[in-house]
């Protein structure tokens, strides 16, 4: 099945990759707005574990409370702004003290505890709790919206609902974590993963494994976008030697064995499930020609407990194909950013970029685009 057409649609402008008026909107309309790939819940097993979420100047706390629910907030402190958790990750007490003045609130937001404050006339507590911050888990996949008032996440990503159950990646845990800085902007990154096209040149072991026509896009049109690939090795995976690494994943049909799904999800990430584990890629923007890619690789916690356990083949398979993906970006960013780069067509392979494409344009409000047509 082909995806909807791009017939006729042309790539993004050098001002979508140079503008600072287009950059803050991004973040206005888009970041601050969206339902966020922001981490797996293996991160937080035990009670008062937690990590970051950080986007443009957001800090969000997400975190597991003592009595094992999830929740996150803003991490700074009520009183004077003070960033509370400076750690990337880690594990609290039953208490956030603010390294400051030693205002502690418990893992529920509450102010607990705040030294002095006493004298002061009508001071309660209790108008202080930590700001909290919208959070879902979907699958074990939590997502953070920083809105005050997000849309419903189901509205928002519908595209998820009751698929790739059968994976059950909850139950999954990250067995490798890499990070990359790519010199290129976050919609170049989107656009490189939404298409093969880039293949057979790029990734020739890739293609070895999954030639780049073996596609179709069962979802073409929306914030989550993509589809199966199909393998010619139906028993095996995307990986060094083909093989897979681990048992295929409990849940996972017979159809679906001989395949790798890939999706983006809008504005933040992807998610890849192969046979035996499951990948997932969070792209969060630093700047306009700055973006950082984390990526994690997810088993069953019976295959990474077995004996001999070895993600390698799998981690590296991805960890030399990011980087010959980082490279395209960058590449391609120093062209778009051109005095004298105009739009280019897209190809029949490329129509889930001109879907990105028409959900960017979407999410980022006409208004914007109008106002850059006639400035
Ligand atoms: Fe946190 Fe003062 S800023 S206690
Ligand atoms: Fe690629």
């Known amino acids: 099945m082909q995806a909807r057409t791009s017939f006729g649609q042309h790539t993004l402008g050098r001002e979508y990759f140079v503008s600072d008026e287009i950059w803050n909107a991004e973040h206005e309309k888009i970041f601050y707005r969206s339902w966020m790939l922001a981490g797996h819940v293996s991160q937080l097993e035990q009670p008062g ?49 603010c390294p400051y003045h030693a205002w502690t609130f418990g893992l529920d937001g509450a102010l607990r505890a705040v030294p002095t404050m006493s004298e002061v006339p009508g001071f309660d507590a209790a108008d202080y709790p930590l700001h909290s911050a919208a959070l879902t888990n979907w699958e074990g996949f939590l997502f953070v919206n920083l809105s005050r008032d997000p849309q419903p996440f189901a509205d928002a990503l519908p595209g998820l609902a009751g698929r790739f159950r059968q994976w059950r990646t909850a139950e999954l845990r990250a067995a490798v974590r890499r990070e990359y800085e790519v010199d290129a902007n976050w919609k170049l990154i989107f656009h490189n993963f939404s298409e093969c096209y880039h293949c057979p040149l790029a990734h020739p072991h890739l293609n070895k494994l999954t030639p780049f026509r073996n596609s179709e896009n069962d979802l073409d049109e ?60 969070r792209a969060l923007p630093l700047s306009k020609d700055r973006t950082r890619v984390v990526c994690e690789w997810l088993f069953h916690p019976d295959s990474i407990a077995a004996p001999g356990f070895d993600p390698a083949p799998a981690v590296e398979f991805w960890d030399l194909t990011n980087r010959q993906d980082w490279d395209l970006c960058a590449n391609a960013h120093r062209g778009v950013v051109s005095l004298a780069w105009e739009p280019g067509p897209y190809s029949e392979l490329e129509s889930q970029l001109a879907a990105f494409d028409r959900q960017y344009r979407r999410a980022l409000g006409e208004e914007v685009i109008a106002s850059r047509r006639a400035g």
């Open 49 to 97: 574990s937690y990590f970051l979420f950080e986007l443009g100047s957001e800090s969000v706390i997400v975190l597991r409370d003592q009595e094992g629910e999830l929740c996150a907030f803003h991490n700074h402190c009520r009183h004077r702004g003070s960033k509370l958790c400076r750690e990337a990750q880690g594990t609290l007490g039953k208490t956030i003290q």
């Open 222 to 281: 929306g914030p989550v976008l993509g589809g199966p690939m199909w393998m010619n090795n139906r028993d095996g995976s995307m990986t060094m030697g083909g093989e897979r690494c681990a048992p295929t994943l409990p849940g996972v049909t017979d159809s679906e064995r001989g395949k790798v799904y890939y999706y983006s999800l809008f504005p933040s990430g992807f998610l890849s499930f192969h046979p035996d584990y499951v990948m997932m890629h």
